[in-house]
């Protein structure tokens, strides 16, 4: 069973930076679609950035320039940095992984902007 524990949520001002951790085991299997969605509150789960095993990116319209997304040297791992954060970031955010035709989901970490 594949499991994706996320870190690194919390509250920060709008304009400060938070970066999101993301691991994925076991580390026997390779994940090769890793990223990041998240979901605010009365509102559909959204794509925020996407990481493949080449290193391809893709982001939301809303946080290109803002965000970045990277992968670790430990095996299935991905990062979210987010800088400038506006109160409308605030979300439940959600580490996703692709493996073996099936999307698996983090618990999510919660991040609040404050205004």
């Known amino acids: 069973q594949v499991r994706l524990v996320e870190s690194g949520g919390g509250l920060v001002q709008a304009g400060g930076s938070l970066r999101l951790s993301c691991v994925g085991s076991?580390?026997?299997?390779?994940?090769?679609?890793m990223g990041w969605y998240r979901q605010a509150p009365g509102k559909e789960r959204e794509l925020v950035a996407g990481i493949n095993s080449d290193g391809t990116t893709k982001f939301a319209n809303s946080v290109k320039g803002r965000f970045t997304i990277s992968r670790g040297n430990a095996k299935n791992t991905v990062y979210l940095q987010m800088n400038r954060l506006k109160p409308e970031d605030t979300a439940v955010y959600y580490c996703n992984g692709k493996w073996a035709r099936t999307d698996y989901w983090g618990k999510g970490t919660l991040v609040t902007v404050s205004s």
């Open positions: 076991p580390s026997i299997i390779s994940i090769n679609d």
